[in-house]
């Protein structure tokens, strides 16, 4: 029956993040895997997620089925934080949302989504982007293409070409965009950037999707929505609300990784079309996995909801995102100490928790056999990987492999 199954190649993220656990050298390097880490090397439990989850073990409740759709509750605080409480979509009820299994499962349903109500639409993701984006796209029968993003030349966004390449797309084509943090090179666009692009995915008709993984590990929590917001204040080409669909996450800004807790959001021209859409999103639900879990979401709802909770965690957050600032920092320094002729300054403006390093695979090759430090073979390094144990020993690895 099964014979003719193929091996798995294995995922690039994933499997090297499972090579590393086995690796049995003393001093490894784990700058692989998208996971925030502190100073000492660990995984954080946020005191704001730890007292939110003391509550949800003290109440001792049953543990339902939850809707469909996801806790009302929930749904209703990752509204407000993604567009600002009170924004004019949500209280238009012109935003159908869901609870997603990670932000991964929010992509897949919003994929599916669209397979099924936009057939023949075509989807194009930034070159590079996160690579599990495509296979995801491609799992659920559509074609992906990439639109020009990074420049390796300069390190910077290739905005002109990225511009050029939507003007030609078909109408209702889909752009997957990151919304702030770009996985996997740290190249953003700047507000200039989004305002002069909105206009664009509007006039030719384009459907964009955001992906936001990292909310708050750019710049601030509003900051990071900028573009969320922007499309939600944007008017399509026939002079009605732009429609548009975000996937967020709160693996990385709660460090709730293995809860697989996040959302999707498609905004709608109007309510109408809103309950409609909220409605097939549960078809799909209910036909993939009935129901999201429950406890991370309880977590979330707390955390956002309870104001003493939500200071704690804003300011743990900004904790997170300032370290991963200072790690940018030293690493910038000890390259430039051992290779002063070339060009770092690329670490100091890329944002959030990945760096492209423009090292080549046959380079990272190398980091990870000579000096057991795993970056993605893409060039792709989590700078949340960083301490102050292990930064220097990065750089200098980094200038080894760099110097031939
Ligand atoms: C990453 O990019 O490393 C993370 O988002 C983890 C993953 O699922 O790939």
Known sequence: MFEHVEPFAGDPILSLNEDFQKDPRPGKINLSIGIYFDDAGKIPVLDSVRR????????????????????????????????????????????????????????????????????????????????NHRSMFEGAGLAVHSYPYYDAATGALSFDAMCATLHTLRARSVVLIHACCHNPTGVDLTRAQWDTLIPLLAERDLLPYLDLAYQGFGDGIAEDAYAVRALAAARGKDGRPMSFVVANSFSKSMSLYGERCGALSVVCADAKEAVNVLGQLKFTVRRNYSSPPIHGGQLVAAVLGEPALRAAWEEELAAMRERIKAMRKVLHATLKAKMPARDFGYFLSQRGMFSYTGLNPQQVDRLREEFAVYLVRSGRLCIAGLNTGNVEATGLAMAAVLDG
């Open 52 to 131: 939110a989850e003391q509550q949800v073990v003290a109440r001792n409740a049953p543990k339902p089925y939850l809707p469909i759709e996801g806790a009302a509750n929930f749904r209703e605080q990752v509204q407000a934080l993604l567009f600002g409480a009170g924004h004019e979509a949500l209280a238009g009820k012109r935003v159908a949302t869901i609870q997603s299994v990670g932000s991964s499962g929010g992509l897949k349903v919003g994929a599916d989504f669209i397979a099924r109500w936009l057939p023949g639409s075509e989807v194009w993701v930034s070159d590079p982007s996160w690579e």
